[in-house]
């Protein structure tokens, strides 16, 4: 358990259907980040919020991809109007912000699978 | 475009023999590349980073190069064991910047 949780852990829907999923980061992490994986694939880059700012945002993320992270603490990534395209494992990770900490370790969370029918 | 290129078969060493990864990189200049291990179902775990102005690091039976000419990295565990069967991923990042990008990643089988 690397202290960075996500909810659910699964989730099937329906193509069309808006899903949301948290992730609570390590509590004194200020940097999170949203990454989407495919079968065989690495963690692709979604968004980076730096406390509660979003400070960068992938090409990747679509007008139908949404990520809040209100006061900074836990964050939220919704998608809305899923398509089967959408089906992968969403996985956030945290990362000390502060110089002289493990400074770049990002931790991940154990991932939220999407299966969108 | 930036691209990360790690072995896309998977590695079958014999316990106890050193097993050794792969990591190029083309159209990019990181500050950090670091070294992740996943196993199936679940999240990446940190293993390792290396700064641009490094040339090698250790930890316990891990062990990373950086060659910033050849652009690549290459990543060793000595003495492996069935435990360390798992998928590495290797990761870029620039100073400053927030992204990092990673590899597809090495599926490792070390057989006792």
């Known amino acids: 358990d690397t202290g960075v949780s996500q909810d659910p852990r699964h989730k099937i829907t329906k193509r069309g259907q808006n899903v949301t999923f948290r992730c609570d980061p390590i509590s004194e992490h200020n940097r999170l980040y949203w990454y989407r994986q495919t079968l065989g694939q690495g963690p692709e880059f979604l968004t980076y919020f730096q406390n509660e700012a979003q400070l960068e945002k992938s090409r990747l993320l679509s007008d139908r991809f949404s990520a809040e992270r209100p006061k900074g603490s836990f964050s939220t990534l919704e998608i809305q109007r899923t398509e089967q395209g959408d089906s992968a494992m969403y996985l956030c990770?945290?990362?000390?912000?502060?110089?002289?900490?493990?400074?770049?370790?990002?931790?991940f969370g154990p991932g939220t699978r999407l299966t969108v029918l | 475009s930036q691209k990360i290129e790690q072995n896309s078969e998977a590695l079958n060493i014999q316990e106890g023999k050193t097993a050794t990864l792969t990591c190029n990189y083309t159209n990019y200049s990181p500050a950090y590349l670091q070294w992740y291990r996943q196993d199936p179902g679940r999240g990446p775990v940190f293993l390792l980073l290396?700064?641009?102005?490094?040339k090698e690091k250790r930890k316990e039976r891990l062990k990373v190069t950086f060659d910033t000419t050849l652009k690549q990295s290459l990543f060793h565990i000595t003495a492996s064991q069935p435990a360390d069967s798992a998928t590495y991923l290797c990761a870029l990042r620039n100073t400053g910047g927030f992204k990092t990008i990673f590899g597809a990643g090495t599926r490792l089988f070390v057989k006792a």
């Open positions: 290396i700064r641009e102005n490094e």
């Open positions: 990770a945290s990362r000390n912000g502060v110089s002289g900490k493990p400074y770049n370790e990002q931790f």
